[in-house]
């Protein structure tokens, strides 16, 4: 089955720097394009960021470009998140997400605090 799972989480200070990580499978990963979505408390769920099968078009909601960056290998069916900058308002769930067919799949979300 399909399965995402995100890591990498974490606190960190705002202007730091985090990592994320989501391990695929179920799938084949190389085919599809993935997604970074993010959910900050008592908000609606909102995009972030996409990269498309090969890794040679990403695109990036206005509120993180030039400090984040998708990139994906696929020979390790994962896509990364780095983040740069971090910014309070950076605070959220974080979830991997992709689009098989008709149905969109989710990750379980990893939480990331951006808080001196």
């Known amino acids: 089955q399909v399965q995402l799972v995100e890591s990498g989480g974490g606190l960190v200070q705002p202007g730091g720097s985090l990592r994320l990580s989501c391990a695929a499978s179920?799938?084949?990963?190389?085919?599809?394009?993935m997604m970074w979505n993010r959910q900050a408390p008592g908000k609606e769920r909102e995009w972030v960021t996409s990269?498309?099968?090969?890794?040679?078009?990403?695109t990036y909601a206005d509120s993180v470009k030039g400090r984040f960056t998708i990139s994906r290998d696929n020979a390790k069916n994962t896509v990364y998140l780095q983040m740069t900058s971090l910014k309070p308002e950076d605070t959220a769930v974080y979830y991997c997400?992709?689009?098989?067919?008709?149905?969109?799949?989710w990750g379980q979300g990893t939480q990331v605090n951006v808080s001196s």
């Open positions: 990269i498309t099968s090969t890794g040679g078009s990403t």
């Open positions: 179920g799938f084949t990963f190389s085919s599809y394009t």
């Open positions: 997400n992709a689009f098989l067919g008709p149905r969109r799949y």
